[in-house]
Protein backbone atom coordinates (compact mmCIF):
# COMPACT_ATOMS: atom_id res chain seq x y z
CA UNK A 1 0.00 0.00 0.00
CA UNK A 2 1.48 3.24 -0.99
CA UNK A 3 1.99 5.57 2.22
CA UNK A 4 1.34 9.54 1.82
CA UNK A 5 2.75 11.70 4.93
CA UNK A 6 3.20 15.28 5.67
CA UNK A 7 6.17 16.38 6.48
CA UNK A 8 6.70 18.14 10.02
CA UNK A 9 8.87 20.89 8.57
CA UNK A 10 5.76 21.21 5.45
CA UNK A 11 5.18 24.71 6.73
CA UNK A 12 4.24 26.68 3.71
CA UNK A 13 3.64 30.17 2.88
CA UNK A 14 -0.07 29.25 2.05
CA UNK A 15 -3.41 30.79 3.08
CA UNK A 16 -6.14 29.52 4.53
CA UNK A 17 -9.16 30.12 1.66
CA UNK A 18 -12.47 28.08 3.32
CA UNK A 19 -14.51 30.78 2.05
CA UNK A 20 -15.80 32.73 -1.22
CA UNK A 21 -17.58 30.13 -3.27
CA UNK A 22 -20.92 30.62 -0.92
CA UNK A 23 -21.16 26.96 -0.57
CA UNK A 24 -22.00 26.76 -4.47
CA UNK A 25 -19.91 23.90 -6.27
CA UNK A 26 -18.69 24.71 -9.96
CA UNK A 27 -21.11 24.86 -12.72
CA UNK A 28 -21.21 24.09 -16.18
CA UNK A 29 -21.00 27.34 -18.07
CA UNK A 30 -19.12 29.55 -15.12
CA UNK A 31 -15.92 29.84 -16.28
CA UNK A 32 -16.71 30.75 -19.91
CA UNK A 33 -19.26 33.23 -18.32
CA UNK A 34 -16.63 34.89 -16.25
CA UNK A 35 -14.81 35.18 -18.92
CA UNK A 36 -16.88 36.23 -21.26
CA UNK A 37 -18.08 39.19 -18.70
CA UNK A 38 -14.18 40.67 -18.45
CA UNK A 39 -14.20 40.41 -22.27
CA UNK A 40 -17.11 42.23 -22.22
CA UNK A 41 -15.79 45.16 -20.30
CA UNK A 42 -17.53 43.91 -16.95
CA UNK A 43 -15.44 43.48 -13.73
CA UNK A 44 -15.91 41.56 -10.38
CA UNK A 45 -15.57 44.32 -8.42
CA UNK A 46 -17.24 44.81 -4.58
CA UNK A 47 -19.23 48.16 -5.18
CA UNK A 48 -22.57 47.89 -5.91
CA UNK A 49 -22.83 49.66 -8.82
CA UNK A 50 -20.38 46.64 -10.09
CA UNK A 51 -22.10 44.29 -8.32
CA UNK A 52 -26.06 45.27 -10.05
CA UNK A 53 -24.15 45.20 -13.61
CA UNK A 54 -22.71 41.66 -12.97
CA UNK A 55 -26.01 40.59 -11.70
CA UNK A 56 -27.94 41.86 -14.81
CA UNK A 57 -24.93 40.62 -17.27
CA UNK A 58 -24.38 36.94 -15.84
CA UNK A 59 -28.15 36.21 -15.49
CA UNK A 60 -27.33 35.14 -11.53
CA UNK A 61 -28.22 36.08 -8.16
CA UNK A 62 -25.74 38.02 -6.08
CA UNK A 63 -24.28 35.26 -4.38
CA UNK A 64 -23.87 33.59 -7.25
CA UNK A 65 -21.83 36.24 -8.94
CA UNK A 66 -19.01 35.92 -6.10
CA UNK A 67 -19.26 31.96 -6.62
CA UNK A 68 -18.46 32.58 -10.05
CA UNK A 69 -15.71 34.94 -9.30
CA UNK A 70 -14.49 32.50 -6.52
CA UNK A 71 -14.16 29.47 -9.24
CA UNK A 72 -12.48 31.25 -12.06
CA UNK A 73 -9.80 32.64 -9.58
CA UNK A 74 -9.24 29.46 -7.84
CA UNK A 75 -8.98 27.77 -11.52
CA UNK A 76 -6.27 30.37 -12.30
CA UNK A 77 -8.83 31.59 -15.77
CA UNK A 78 -9.18 35.09 -14.33
CA UNK A 79 -6.62 37.13 -11.90
CA UNK A 80 -6.61 40.12 -9.43
CA UNK A 81 -5.02 43.09 -10.99
CA UNK A 82 -4.55 46.58 -8.53
CA UNK A 83 -5.79 49.80 -10.15
CA UNK A 84 -6.60 51.16 -7.03
CA UNK A 85 -9.73 49.23 -6.67
CA UNK A 86 -9.13 45.48 -6.74
CA UNK A 87 -9.79 44.96 -10.49
CA UNK A 88 -9.24 41.52 -12.79
CA UNK A 89 -8.45 40.59 -15.97
CA UNK A 90 -8.25 37.39 -18.38
CA UNK A 91 -5.24 35.27 -17.30
CA UNK A 92 -3.24 33.46 -19.65
CA UNK A 93 -5.00 30.07 -18.82
CA UNK A 94 -8.62 31.63 -18.74
CA UNK A 95 -7.22 32.91 -22.76
CA UNK A 96 -6.48 29.42 -24.04
CA UNK A 97 -8.91 27.43 -23.01
CA UNK A 98 -11.84 30.55 -23.19
CA UNK A 99 -11.04 32.97 -25.69
CA UNK A 100 -10.72 36.31 -25.87
CA UNK A 101 -11.58 39.59 -27.97
CA UNK A 102 -9.68 39.06 -30.54
CA UNK A 103 -9.27 34.90 -30.46
CA UNK A 104 -10.92 32.14 -30.15
CA UNK A 105 -10.50 29.42 -27.45
CA UNK A 106 -9.96 26.14 -27.52
CA UNK A 107 -13.20 24.47 -26.01
CA UNK A 108 -14.88 27.47 -24.31
CA UNK A 109 -17.84 24.66 -23.79
CA UNK A 110 -15.54 22.31 -22.03
CA UNK A 111 -16.98 19.61 -24.88
CA UNK A 112 -13.77 17.65 -24.49
CA UNK A 113 -13.24 15.11 -21.16
CA UNK A 114 -9.42 16.72 -21.19
CA UNK A 115 -11.08 20.20 -20.66
CA UNK A 116 -12.23 19.17 -17.33
CA UNK A 117 -9.41 17.25 -16.47
CA UNK A 118 -7.01 20.26 -17.34
CA UNK A 119 -9.26 22.88 -15.20
CA UNK A 120 -9.09 19.64 -12.27
CA UNK A 121 -5.38 20.07 -12.57
CA UNK A 122 -5.49 24.06 -12.63
CA UNK A 123 -7.92 24.05 -8.97
CA UNK A 124 -5.67 22.31 -7.62
CA UNK A 125 -1.82 22.71 -8.94
CA UNK A 126 -1.73 25.57 -6.14
CA UNK A 127 0.24 26.37 -3.11
CA UNK A 128 -0.70 29.80 -2.45
CA UNK A 129 -3.64 29.05 -0.34
CA UNK A 130 -5.34 25.91 1.22
CA UNK A 131 -8.57 24.80 0.19
CA UNK A 132 -10.98 21.45 1.13
CA UNK A 133 -10.17 20.20 -2.16
CA UNK A 134 -6.69 21.24 -2.02
CA UNK A 135 -6.27 19.95 1.22
CA UNK A 136 -7.54 16.44 -0.19
CA UNK A 137 -5.82 16.09 -4.05
CA UNK A 138 -2.71 16.94 -2.43
CA UNK A 139 -2.41 16.04 1.37
CA UNK A 140 -4.85 13.61 2.39
CA UNK A 141 -4.00 9.87 2.85
CA UNK A 142 -7.44 8.07 2.59
CA UNK A 143 -9.08 6.63 -0.09
CA UNK A 144 -11.97 5.31 2.13
CA UNK A 145 -13.58 8.14 4.13
CA UNK A 146 -16.77 9.70 6.67
CA UNK A 147 -17.45 13.52 5.99
CA UNK A 148 -17.10 14.49 9.26
CA UNK A 149 -13.51 12.48 9.42
CA UNK A 150 -12.13 14.35 6.53
CA UNK A 151 -13.30 17.72 8.21
CA UNK A 152 -11.55 16.84 11.40
CA UNK A 153 -8.25 16.05 9.58
CA UNK A 154 -8.32 18.76 7.24
CA UNK A 155 -8.74 21.37 10.26
CA UNK A 156 -6.01 19.36 12.35
CA UNK A 157 -3.56 19.19 9.14
CA UNK A 158 -4.35 22.81 8.09
CA UNK A 159 -2.78 23.93 11.67
CA UNK A 160 0.76 22.79 10.44
CA UNK A 161 0.12 23.69 6.51
CA UNK A 162 -0.80 27.15 7.04
CA UNK A 163 0.61 30.49 8.73
CA UNK A 164 -2.95 32.23 8.82
CA UNK A 165 -5.47 31.82 11.42
CA UNK A 166 -7.88 29.59 10.77
CA UNK A 167 -11.80 29.62 10.48
CA UNK A 168 -13.96 28.31 12.73
CA UNK A 169 -14.93 24.39 12.00
CA UNK A 170 -18.34 24.84 10.91
CA UNK A 171 -16.32 27.40 8.03
CA UNK A 172 -14.53 24.48 7.13
CA UNK A 173 -17.58 21.96 7.21
CA UNK A 174 -19.06 24.23 4.72
CA UNK A 175 -15.91 24.15 2.40
CA UNK A 176 -15.46 20.09 2.83
CA UNK A 177 -19.46 20.07 1.84
CA UNK A 178 -18.72 22.18 -1.33
CA UNK A 179 -15.60 20.62 -1.96
CA UNK A 180 -18.00 16.72 -2.33
CA UNK A 181 -20.75 18.15 -3.73
CA UNK A 182 -18.44 19.81 -6.83
CA UNK A 183 -16.21 16.16 -7.02
CA UNK A 184 -19.27 13.42 -6.38
CA UNK A 185 -22.49 12.69 -7.72
CA UNK A 186 -25.28 13.14 -5.42
CA UNK A 187 -26.66 9.83 -4.22
CA UNK A 188 -30.71 9.36 -3.34
CA UNK A 189 -32.40 6.34 -1.91
CA UNK A 190 -35.51 5.90 -3.62
CA UNK A 191 -38.45 4.25 -1.33
CA UNK A 192 -40.22 3.41 -4.18
CA UNK A 193 -37.92 1.40 -6.44
CA UNK A 194 -35.93 0.37 -3.19
CA UNK A 195 -32.80 1.45 -5.43
CA UNK A 196 -30.26 3.98 -5.20
CA UNK A 197 -30.63 7.13 -7.94
CA UNK A 198 -28.61 10.00 -8.94
CA UNK A 199 -29.44 12.91 -7.85
CA UNK A 200 -30.01 15.28 -11.19
CA UNK A 201 -29.42 18.67 -9.10
CA UNK A 202 -25.42 17.56 -8.82
CA UNK A 203 -25.22 16.84 -12.59
CA UNK A 204 -23.86 20.49 -12.45
CA UNK A 205 -20.77 20.07 -11.62
CA UNK A 206 -18.20 19.26 -14.73
CA UNK A 207 -15.61 18.04 -12.22
CA UNK A 208 -18.15 15.40 -10.94
CA UNK A 209 -17.74 13.68 -13.95
CA UNK A 210 -14.35 12.75 -13.56
CA UNK A 211 -15.54 9.93 -11.36
CA UNK A 212 -12.78 11.10 -8.83
CA UNK A 213 -14.90 11.08 -5.57
CA UNK A 214 -17.68 8.52 -5.21
CA UNK A 215 -20.75 9.07 -2.42
CA UNK A 216 -21.41 5.84 -1.16
CA UNK A 217 -24.33 7.89 0.83
CA UNK A 218 -24.78 7.80 4.40
CA UNK A 219 -21.97 10.35 4.73
CA UNK A 220 -19.23 8.09 3.36
CA UNK A 221 -17.21 8.36 0.29
CA UNK A 222 -14.28 6.34 -1.99
CA UNK A 223 -11.23 7.92 -3.78
CA UNK A 224 -9.01 5.15 -5.27
CA UNK A 225 -6.13 5.34 -6.28
CA UNK A 226 -6.26 4.00 -9.97
CA UNK A 227 -4.90 3.76 -13.74
CA UNK A 228 -7.04 6.33 -15.41
CA UNK A 229 -6.98 5.56 -18.44
CA UNK A 230 -9.87 8.13 -19.32
CA UNK A 231 -6.69 10.80 -18.56
CA UNK A 232 -5.53 12.18 -21.70
CA UNK A 233 -1.37 11.44 -22.52
CA UNK A 234 -1.17 15.58 -23.53
CA UNK A 235 -3.13 16.56 -20.12
CA UNK A 236 -1.04 14.14 -18.36
CA UNK A 237 2.14 15.15 -20.39
CA UNK A 238 1.03 18.58 -19.64
CA UNK A 239 1.11 18.72 -16.08
CA UNK A 240 4.46 16.20 -15.62
CA UNK A 241 6.14 19.50 -17.44
CA UNK A 242 4.44 21.84 -14.92
CA UNK A 243 5.58 19.99 -12.07
CA UNK A 244 8.77 19.52 -13.23
CA UNK A 245 9.65 22.67 -13.96
CA UNK A 246 8.42 23.60 -10.66
CA UNK A 247 10.29 21.31 -8.39
CA UNK A 248 13.43 22.26 -10.44
CA UNK A 249 13.22 25.53 -10.76
CA UNK A 250 16.44 26.60 -8.99
CA UNK A 251 18.82 23.87 -10.50
CA UNK A 252 19.76 22.76 -13.92
CA UNK A 253 18.71 19.01 -13.07
CA UNK A 254 16.97 16.86 -15.73
CA UNK A 255 15.45 14.62 -13.54
CA UNK A 256 12.99 13.82 -11.08
CA UNK A 257 12.16 10.64 -8.88
CA UNK A 258 9.11 8.31 -9.49
CA UNK A 259 8.07 8.65 -5.86
CA UNK A 260 7.92 12.87 -6.15
CA UNK A 261 5.92 12.07 -9.10
CA UNK A 262 3.57 9.81 -7.35
CA UNK A 263 3.18 11.52 -4.12
CA UNK A 264 4.60 15.04 -2.97
CA UNK A 265 1.72 17.68 -3.49
CA UNK A 266 0.90 19.42 -6.71
CA UNK A 267 2.38 16.10 -8.18
CA UNK A 268 0.78 14.41 -11.01
CA UNK A 269 0.08 11.28 -9.03
CA UNK A 270 -1.53 13.57 -6.49
CA UNK A 271 -4.02 15.53 -8.39
CA UNK A 272 -4.89 12.88 -10.70
CA UNK A 273 -5.20 9.92 -8.18
CA UNK A 274 -3.23 7.92 -9.85
CA UNK A 275 -2.07 4.44 -8.35
CA UNK A 276 1.93 3.68 -8.90
CA UNK A 277 1.02 0.78 -12.02
CA UNK A 278 -1.05 3.92 -13.25
CA UNK A 279 1.56 6.43 -13.01
CA UNK A 280 4.08 3.92 -14.65
CA UNK A 281 1.56 3.07 -17.69
CA UNK A 282 0.84 7.20 -17.96
CA UNK A 283 5.07 7.75 -18.20
CA UNK A 284 4.94 4.56 -20.47
CA UNK A 285 2.48 6.56 -22.62
CA UNK A 286 4.30 10.03 -22.84
CA UNK A 287 7.60 8.08 -23.29
CA UNK A 288 6.21 6.90 -26.63
CA UNK A 289 4.23 9.83 -27.63
CA UNK A 290 7.08 12.38 -26.75
CA UNK A 291 9.56 10.58 -28.58
CA UNK A 292 11.09 9.22 -25.70
CA UNK A 293 11.82 13.18 -24.85
CA UNK A 294 10.37 11.95 -21.68
CA UNK A 295 11.70 8.32 -20.20
CA UNK A 296 11.79 6.77 -17.15
CA UNK A 297 13.80 3.80 -15.59
CA UNK A 298 12.74 1.06 -12.75
CA UNK A 299 15.21 -1.31 -12.34
CA UNK A 300 17.09 -2.30 -8.50
CA UNK A 301 15.08 0.24 -6.89
CA UNK A 302 16.20 3.19 -8.92
CA UNK A 303 12.63 4.44 -10.45
CA UNK A 304 13.94 8.08 -12.31
CA UNK A 305 12.29 9.99 -15.03
CA UNK A 306 14.36 12.28 -17.33
CA UNK A 307 12.69 14.95 -18.86
CA UNK A 308 14.31 16.18 -22.26
CA UNK A 309 15.46 19.91 -22.38
CA UNK A 310 13.61 20.49 -25.76
CA UNK A 311 10.30 20.21 -23.86
CA UNK A 312 10.78 20.87 -20.46
CA UNK A 313 9.88 24.79 -21.11
CA UNK A 314 7.07 23.88 -23.91
CA UNK A 315 3.98 22.30 -21.57
CA UNK A 316 1.56 24.22 -23.54
CA UNK A 317 2.67 22.60 -27.13
CA UNK A 318 1.14 19.37 -25.60
CA UNK A 319 -2.16 20.99 -24.81
CA UNK A 320 -2.32 22.90 -28.29
CA UNK A 321 -1.52 18.79 -29.71
CA UNK A 322 -4.27 17.48 -27.50
CA UNK A 323 -6.93 20.10 -29.03
CA UNK A 324 -5.42 19.50 -32.47
CA UNK A 325 -4.28 23.38 -33.09
Known amino acids: MRRWTISPGAVLSMKAKFTGHDTFPLRYGWLFKA ?4 NNKGNFSSNEESIRHSIVELGVGK ?10 ES ?13 HSVANNGKFLFGDKTVDGHDPFLELPGSVWLIHFWLNFNNMSLTAYRYF ?27 TELSNLSTLKKDVDCFLNTYSKKQKNSTAKKA ?3 DEDHFTSPLAELNLVQDNGGGFYVSSLAERPELPVEI ?7 FFNEETKDSNVGT ?19 SESGL ?4 DEAQGFTNKNVTWVDSLGLRQVSISTDIKNNAIDYLKMYYGK
Open 35 to 38: INHL
Open 63 to 72: NMVKAIQYWA
Open 75 to 87: ANVIEKINKGEIA
Open 137 to 163: FNYSNVQYFEKSKLVDDCYDDAKRLVK
Open 196 to 198: VKV
Open 236 to 242: FIYALLE
Open 256 to 274: IDFDSLLTKPCSPGRIFRL
Open 280 to 283: GQKL
